[in-house]
């Protein structure tokens, strides 16, 4: 996710607090099935499914018994230490947009384990990986993997150990929570109307991963799509969402307003840029203040604004940008064209030229991410059965950006946040923040959460 400040916590962190955290005695103890090799939990899964879950035919209609049986099977010590030590080894080895090799790499051994067919790579790194019938309906699930260019502030015996890498956005959470849900759905394989789709996609922060996992076929048959983020202003296992805009729409523009150079004693041999760039910054203060319902949440920021560096010349040249932010595709997309008209026609009042350049190359574009109502809903009933009622909230929308809201543009989507936040461990930091943390008992619960939406979709959406 893309926060909006980069704002480095000033407090300590108690490191203490985090190793006691870490080694929780709870996973650490004889409640373990010491020394039993994931390759055979993984077997033994797939045999037998989990202990006290409902016989298939009682999963015929999705009941409370149905998302136990999930949060049981993803609760067993075995597979919560497992899940923790991916996490941590993903954490340890950080890896940046679409350089994530050794992270994709994990997940395959993990999907050869379990015997889970895939296709890779997508999006370079990524790959789609796929449990069930075979046929429709298709429900997908996707996970991030790539990591931050910040250097870790936190001490633990974990720490990334790429100097000037991080996993700061909770990221190495979403894959091991990924792989725990196809662990659980393989070991359900036999329940599943029809086909889950598990989407491991790259360069999320930076690149957008998304878009070209969609050009690599990741939605090839989907019908519907959800996905997680950690968020450390819930605490943890509370999952929040809500129904329309999450997340605002964020992109980028820079302008090049051309005009003709000449002494600024005699103007009028000139044709003046600066004149032209000061009218446009203020015209385009009136697209959002005069164009936008003000009940529809708009930002039109101009960051920057460059020319000339002689004090008796009128440039050539003036180069303004700045950020725009929406938050439903159509005031998205309207900025975006405002802005260029704007600018363009304020420019040629002043008889100068203008070039606007929304990065669109570069893959800075982020439309906003849009909930469908009804895969809100889905993801809403699925957590309260999963968590109980009163771990459930409804959400503000945020100024911030996900590049899960390409999906949301094409399929029904459902985006989720499961709290993380612990303040005995000290996990309160916002995403990248060289002091994240996770509070890793969310690993379970976040995997359960996953199957439970995937596999409960195909039974009563599907
Ligand atoms: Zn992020
Ligand atoms: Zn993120």
Same mark, same amino acid.
């Given at each position: ?8 916590? !000033? ?30 939990? #993984? ?12 016989? #298939? ?11 136990? !049986? ?8 075995? $597979? ?92 190495? %959470?979403?894959? !091991? ?30 690149? *957008? ?22 968020? /450390?202003? /819930? ?30 004693? *005699?103007?009028? /041999? ?35 604004? @460059?020319?000339?560096? @002689? ?17 439903? @595709? ?16 304020? %420019?040629?009042? &002043?008889?100068?030229? %203008?070039?606007? =350049?929304?990065?669109?190359?570069? $893959?800075?574009? &982020? ?33 911030? !950006? ?14 989720? &946040?499961?709290?993380?936040? *612990? ?15 996770? =509070? ?11 199957? #439970?939406? %995937? ?8």
């Amino acid at each position: 996710m893309l926060f909006n400040s980069i704002i480095p916590f !000033a407090e300590p962190i108690t490191t203490t607090e985090n190793d006691r955290s870490f080694f929780d005695p709870s996973y650490t103890t004889t409640s373990l099935t010491a020394n039993k090799p994931s390759d055979s939990v #993984s077997h033994k899964n797939r045999s037998q499914g989990a202990t006290g879950s409902p016989l #298939s035919s009682e999963c015929e209609v999705w009941t409370k018994a149905c998302s136990e !049986a999930v949060l049981g099977l993803a609760k067993r010590p075995e $597979n919560v230490k497992w899940l923790k030590s991916l996490r941590r080894k993903i954490h340890a080895n950080p890896e940046l947009a679409f350089e994530e090799f050794e992270t994709s790499k994990l997940i395959r051994h993990e999907l050869d384990r379990m015997e889970v067919m895939y296709k890779y790579p997508l999006a370079k790194t990524g790959l789609r990986a796929w449990i069930g019938t075979g046929s429709a309906p298709f429900v997908a699930i996707r996970a991030d993997m790539d990591a931050l260019p910040i250097q870790e502030a936190v001490e633990w015996e974990h720490k990334s150990k790429v100097a000037g890498k991080m996993h700061a956005c909770g990221h190495d %959470a979403h894959v !091991a929570m990924l792989i725990g849900a196809a662990k659980i759905l393989k070991s359900r394989e036999h329940l599943l109307k029809g086909t889950v789709i598990l989407l491991f996609q790259p360069a999320e922060e930076a690149g *957008n991963g998304a878009k070209r996992m969609i050009g690599d076929g990741a939605l090839e048959n989907v019908e519907a799509i959800f996905a997680v983020h950690v968020s /450390h202003e /819930h605490p943890t296992a509370i999952i929040g969402s809500r129904p329309g805009p999450l997340l605002a729409g964020c992109g980028f523009f820079r302008a090049v307003i051309s005009g003709k150079r000449g002494p600024a004693g *005699n103007p009028h /041999h000139s044709v003046d840029p600066i004149l032209a760039a000061s009218a446009a910054v203020i015209s385009l203060q009136g697209i959002v203040s005069r164009e936008a319902n003000p009940l529809d949440s708009q930002v039109v920021s101009v960051t920057s604004f @460059n020319g000339g560096n @002689n004090l008796d010349m009128i440039p050539d040249t003036v180069v303004l940008g700045g950020t725009f932010r929406a938050f439903s @595709n159509t005031s998205f997309y309207q900025l975006l064209q405002r802005i260029e008209e704007v600018i363009v026609e304020q %420019a040629s009042v &002043y008889r100068c030229s %203008a070039m606007v =350049d929304f990065f669109e190359k570069e $893959n800075t574009i &982020y439309p906003p991410t849009v909930n469908d109502e009804k895969m809100y809903e889905h993801v809403r009933k699925v957590a309260i059965d999963l968590v109980g009622p009163t771990n459930f909230r409804v959400v503000p929308p945020m100024m911030g !950006a996900e590049d899960f809201s390409f999906y949301s543009e094409v399929v029904p989507a459902g985006f989720f &946040y499961i709290g993380i936040r *612990n303040e005995t461990l000290g996990s309160t930091h916002t995403g990248h923040s060289p002091f994240f943390m996770i =509070d890793e008992d969310v690993l379970p619960i976040g995997a359960a959460a996953h199957a #439970s939406i %995937a596999e409960r979709y195909l039974i009563e959406q599907g």
